[in-house]
């Protein structure tokens, strides 16, 4: 039996082809998933008032000078958000909607901008897999917990915003950070051994942690969140760059 999408080349191959030249595949698709997503391209198409092969084009074009890199990690949710109202409108199910198309190419944008800076390090040393458990400890959003993976294990650009948040909170845990190993690090007496001075820098920084952990991890958590800013990430790279910069070389 020939499936609706053979049946729609068949009959439509020039809409077919436009539908293609987006970049969809359609071929492997169940029948009622396909009349669903050539429904929604047809419809938008109609009410933009353009052709089908247009509406990628005029989907980007209306943000281009408008956003920054990292904010089509944002413009992922802000489309998953329409799917609702469409899918109640046109009574089709969400992952048949224009807006999950849309959103599928703002994902292959994500991956496009990641690609430029995949030579360079990612921003967290950590192991992925304790990172992403900790990602899921300090919040329970979905977007905000891939947001944060993209950025700290693909090292993917943050917003302006996010950017000037980070650089408050390095200042926050630094000036902490200071407080507990300025003593230490300006104790001549202590700088004789320095494998054991050096213990002794990593053993408080371990220390200052649990009690950033202790004393401010749930005010400083929510604000990170509304950041996408992961507060372990943060703390651990600052305790890295706490060793670095009082251990003895």
Not at 83 to 105: C, H, P, Q
Not at 139 to 145: A, K, L
């Amino acid at each position: 039996m020939i499936s609706y999408w053979e049946n729609y080349k068949q009959n439509n191959p020039a809409k077919a082809a436009e539908i293609e030249s987006l970049g969809l595949d359609f071929s492997n698709l169940p029948d009622k998933e396909v009349k669903e997503k050539v429904f929604a391209l047809e419809t938008t198409a109609h009410d933009t008032e353009c052709s089908i092969s247009e509406l990628k084009r005029i989907v980007f074009e209306q943000w281009e000078g408008k956003v920054e890199e990292g904010d089509y990690l944002y413009l992922m949710e802000y489309y998953d958000k329409k799917t609702f109202d469409e899918a109640k409108t046109y009574n089709i199910e969400r992952t048949n909607t224009i807006w999950m198309i849309v959103e599928s190419w703002m994902l292959d944008k994500v991956h496009e901008i990641e690609r430029k800076y995949s030579y360079m390090p990612p921003r967290s040393k950590k192991d992925p897999t304790t990172l992403l458990m900790q990602f899921h400890l300090e919040d329970h959003d979905e977007f905000s917990v891939f947001r944060k993976t993209h950025v700290y294990l693909k090292n993917y650009p943050m917003t302006t915003e996010n950017k000037k948040y980070v650089n408050l909170i390095e200042d926050v845990f630094d000036s902490i950070f200071k407080a507990y190993l300025k003593p230490l690090a300006d104790n001549e007496k202590e700088k004789g051994n320095v494998s054991l001075f050096n213990a002794a820098i990593s053993m408080q920084v371990f220390m200052t942690c649990e009690k950033i952990k202790e004393e401010y991890k749930d005010e400083l958590i929510n604000e990170c969140n509304g950041h996408d800013v992961s507060f372990y990430a943060e703390l651990d790279i600052a305790a890295e760059r706490a060793i670095a910069k009082y251990s003895i070389k």
